[in-house]
C-alpha cells in the first residue's frame, strides 16, 4: 500500500503548498521512488472549468479531460507524470456525487451528514487508485482554520488513524514573517497555525516554514518546543531564484530526509540524484542570448491566468540558453483610436496570442497578428490565437472582409464557429450553444494528422502523428480552408478524420504557427515542448536581425 504524505497550510495563502509538494515529490523521485500528487479544493465549483482566471488563475486540462487547479501543473512539470480526472477533487463535486446517491435512494433512507459520508466520500477519493506508487503526496487547498476546508481536515485526521502508523506524514507550511520596524523574525504566527491544525486532532510532523530572511538556529528550536516537533524538522524556505532551484534547495534544508526519517525509510533510502535539475538551473542562469516575446491577451493583470505559458517560454528559453523576458500586453490597447501599435510590438523579437473566452479585446488580437504577419516577426497563435489569426488572414490577406467568429456574435461569414459534434476516444460527442458552460468543451487529448513536408513536422521531428490537450467551444470552419489556403495560411495539422483543423502555418513567414490545442501543457523543464523551443530560436534569430 502507498505512503501519504498530507500537506496543508497556515497563517495565510499563496505560500507555495503546490510548488513544495511539486518539489517534494521531485526529491523522492530522484531518489528512486514513485509518486503521484492530488490536491483537495475546498471550494463549492465542481471544478475551476466556468470561473474567471481573475479569480482562480489558469486552468489545468489533463490528457483524460479534467479541468483541474494550476498546482496540478507544477505536479506535472516537477515529476513529468501525467495527472489523471482522480487526481484534483473539490467540495462541489463531493456534494455533487453525494446528492445524487441520497436522490437515487443509494443511504437506504438514512440522514445524509457531513461525518461520515462526506468525510468518507474524501478519504475513498484519497485511497483510490494507488497502483504501484511509492508515495501518494496530497495537498489541502486554502488554510488551516478556513470553513469550507473543515471536511477535509477531518477526512486526514480518520485517514491518519486509520492507516498504519508509519503510512502517513503531515507537512504543515506556514509564514514566518519580518518585521522591518523591529529587525525580528516573528514565530507567533506559526505557533498559533499548529495550534489551530492541533485543535482539529492533526499534529504536525514536519513544518515549512516560510520566510524572507534566514531561520537562526534560535529561532528554529523556539519553533520545534512550542509546536512539539524536532528541531531537523523545522525547515526554513526561503525564496529562491527561480521556481526550479526549489528542489534542490529544500534538499540542502533537509526535507526530503526528513520525511523519510519520519516514515523509518531513511537509512535504507538512496541518495536523490539531482543532476536533472542541476541542468535545468544551470540552462535558466547561465543563458547566453535575451529576448522579449510579447503575449498579447486579455487576463494579463494576473500572472497565474497564463501560468503553463509563461512557464513553457521559460522551458524554450532553457532549451536555447536564452533569457525569455515577457511583456504581458493588454490586447484591448490595440483597440483604442489612438493606439500606436507599431511602437508596442516594434521591440519585440516574438508575438504571441494566446487562449481567451469572449470577444472583449479580439480586434486588438487580431490587429497583432497582422503586424507579426506583415513585419515578418515570429509569430505563435494558441487556440484562440490561431482562430484570430485564421480570421486575420480571411479578412486581409483572402478577401473575406467581413469574417469573424460567432463567439463574438452574429456573422455573414463565420470562419471560426462553435463545434457541435466531434469525434473523441469515447466515440462520437455532441454539444449545442445552449449546453451548459462547464465541462461541455473539447476537452483533453486529440490526435492530429501533420502534414509530412511541413514546417510543423520538422518542430516535431519529422513526426507525422502527435497528440496535444484542448480546452475550446469553437472550431475553425472547414468550409473556409480552400479560401484560407488561397490567401497563404496551410493547414499543416488536422484531425484524423480530417474534418477539424489543428494547425496553420505560413511557409512566407519566418516562423508563423497557430495551433488549436494547448502545447504549454505538455513543457517540462527537463523536456521543454518542441513548438516551445522552435518559437523561441526564431526570437533569438529575429533578436538578431534588430
Known amino acids: 500500500m502507498a505512503r501519504y504524505i498530507f500537506i496543508t497550510g497556515g497563517v495565510v495563502s499563496s505560500l507555495g503548498k503546490g510548488l513544495m509538494a511539486a518539489s517534494l515529490a521531485a526529491l523522492l523521485q530522484a531518489r528512486g521512488y514513485k509518486v503521484r500528487i492530488r490536491k483537495f479544493d475546498p471550494y463549492l465549483n465542481v471544478d475551476p472549468g466556468t470561473m474567471s482566471p481573475y479569480q482562480h488563475g489558469e486552468v489545468y486540462v489533463t490528457d483524460d479531460g479534467a479541468e483541474t487547479d494550476l498546482d496540478l501543473g507544477h505536479y506535472e512539470r516537477f515529476t513529468g507524470v501525467s495527472a489523471h480526472q482522480n487526481d484534483n477533487i473539490t467540495s462541489g463535486?463531493?456534494?455533487?456525487?453525494?446528492?445524487?446517491?441520497?436522490?437515487r435512494g443509494d443511504y437506504l433512507g438514512a440522514t445524509v451528514q457531513v461525518i461520515p459520508h462526506v468525510t468518507d466520500a474524501i478519504k475513498e477519493f484519497a485511497l483510490a487508485d494507488?497502483?504501484?506508487?511509492?508515495?501518494?503526496?496530497?495537498?489541502?487547498?486554502?488554510?488551516?482554520?478556513?470553513?469550507?476546508?473543515?471536511?477535509?481536515?477531518e477526512a486526514i485526521r480518520q485517514l491518519r488513524n486509520e492507516l498504519e502508523p508509519n503510512q502517513t506524514v503531515s507537512v504543515h507550511v506556514t509564514l514566518v514573517p519580518y518585521i522591518a520596524a523591529a529587525g525580528e523574525l516573528k514565530t507567533k504566527p506559526t505557533q498559533h497555525s499548529v495550534r489551530e491544525l492541533a485543535s482539529l486532532g492533526i499534529k504536525p510532523d514536519v513544518l515549512l516554514c516560510r520566510c524572507e530572511h534566514p531561520l537562526p538556529d534560535s529561532e528554529?528550536?523556539?519553533?520545534?518546543?512550542?509546536?512539539?516537533?524536532?528541531?531537523?524538522?523545522?525547515?526554513?524556505?526561503?525564496?529562491?531564484?527561480?521556481?526550479?532551484?526549489?528542489?534542490?534547495?529544500?534538499?540542502?534544508?533537509?526535507?526530503?530526509?526528513?520525511v523519510l526519517r519520519h516514515f523509518g525509510m531513511l537509512g535504507t533510502s538512496n541518495p536523490p540524484d539531482l543532476s536533472r535539475w542541476e541542468d535545468v538551473v544551470d540552462r535558466y542562469e547561465n543563458y547566453e542570448g535575451e529576448v522579449t516575446i510579447g503575449v498579447v491577451g486579455?487576463?494579463?493583470?494576473?500572472?497565474?491566468?497564463?501560468?503553463?505559458?509563461?512557464?513553457?517560454?521559460?522551458?524554450?528559453?532553457?532549451?536555447?540558453?536564452?533569457?525569455?523576458?515577457?511583456?504581458?500586453?493588454?490586447?484591448?490597447?490595440?483597440?483604442?483610436?489612438?493606439?500606436?501599435?507599431?511602437?508596442?510590438?516594434?521591440?519585440?523579437?516574438?508575438?504571441?496570442?494566446?487562449?481567451?473566452?469572449?470577444?472583449?479585446?479580439?480586434?486588438g488580437k487580431i490587429a497583432s497578428v497582422r503586424f507579426a504577419r506583415e513585419r515578418k516577426v515570429p509569430f505563435f497563435g494558441i487556440c484562440l490565437g490561431m482562430q484570430m489569426a485564421c480570421i486575420e488572414g480571411a479578412r486581409n490577406t483572402a478577401g473575406i472582409?467581413?469574417?469573424?467568429?460567432?463567439?463574438?456574435?452574429?456573422?455573414?461569414?463565420?470562419?471560426?464557429?462553435?463545434?457541435?459534434?466531434?469525434?473523441?476516444?469515447?466515440?462520437?460527442?455532441?454539444?449545442?450553444?445552449?449546453?451548459?458552460l462547464g465541462g461541455t468543451m473539447r476537452l483533453g487529448a486529440y490526435d492530429a494528422k501533420l502534414a509530412g513536408n511541413s514546417h510543423v513536422s520538422q518542430i516535431y521531428g519529422g513526426a507525422t502523428e502527435i497528440s496535444e490537450?484542448?480546452?475550446?467551444?469553437?472550431?475553425?470552419?472547414?468550409?473556409?480552408?480552400?479560401?484560407?489556403?488561397?490567401?497563404?495560411?496551410?493547414?499543416?495539422?488536422?484531425?484524423?478524420?480530417?474534418?477539424?483543423?489543428?494547425?496553420?502555418?505560413?511557409?512566407?513567414?519566418?516562423?508563423?504557427?497557430?495551433?488549436?490545442?494547448?502545447?504549454?501543457?505538455?513543457?517540462?523543464?527537463?523536456?521543454?515542448h518542441p513548438l516551445f523551443s522552435g518559437f523561441i530560436a526564431a526570437a533569438l534569430e529575429q533578436s538578431r536581425l534588430v
Open 401 to 436: 472582409a467581413e469574417a469573424s467568429s460567432t463567439e463574438f456574435g452574429e456573422t455573414s461569414e463565420p470562419v471560426v464557429g462553435i463545434i457541435t459534434e466531434w469525434m473523441s476516444k469515447e466515440g462520437l460527442q455532441q454539444r449545442s450553444a445552449e449546453t451548459d
Open 130 to 153: 494507488q497502483g504501484d506508487h511509492d508515495f501518494i503526496l496530497c495537498e489541502i487547498g486554502g488554510t488551516v482554520g478556513d470553513i469550507e476546508s473543515l471536511p477535509f481536515m
Open 93 to 103: 463535486r463531493v456534494y455533487r456525487d453525494i446528492i445524487a446517491k441520497e436522490r
Open 469 to 528: 490537450r484542448h480546452r475550446h467551444r469553437y472550431e475553425v470552419n472547414s468550409a473556409y480552408v480552400p479560401a484560407l489556403e488561397e490567401g497563404g495560411l496551410i493547414f499543416s495539422g488536422m484531425s484524423p478524420d480530417g474534418l477539424l483543423p489543428e494547425i496553420v502555418e505560413r511557409p512566407d513567414h519566418p516562423w508563423f504557427v497557430g495551433v488549436q490545442f494547448h502545447p504549454e501543457l505538455k513543457s517540462r523543464p527537463f523536456d521543454p
Open 298 to 363: 486579455k487576463y494579463v493583470g494576473l500572472p497565474d491566468a497564463y501560468k503553463s505559458l509563461n512557464e513553457a517560454l521559460v522551458h524554450g528559453g532553457m532549451a536555447n540558453r536564452t533569457k525569455v523576458n515577457i511583456r504581458w500586453i493588454d490586447a484591448e490597447i490595440f483597440e483604442k483610436d489612438d493606439a500606436d501599435i507599431a511602437a508596442e510590438l516594434e521591440p519585440l523579437h516574438g508575438i504571441l496570442v494566446p487562449g481567451g473566452f469572449g470577444d472583449r479585446g479580439s480586434e
Open 220 to 258: 528554529r528550536q523556539k519553533i520545534a518546543n512550542f509546536c512539539n516537533v524536532r528541531k531537523e524538522s523545522v525547515i526554513p524556505a526561503l525564496d529562491a531564484t527561480s521556481i526550479y532551484a526549489v528542489p534542490q534547495q529544500y534538499h540542502g534544508e533537509g526535507l526530503d530526509s526528513e
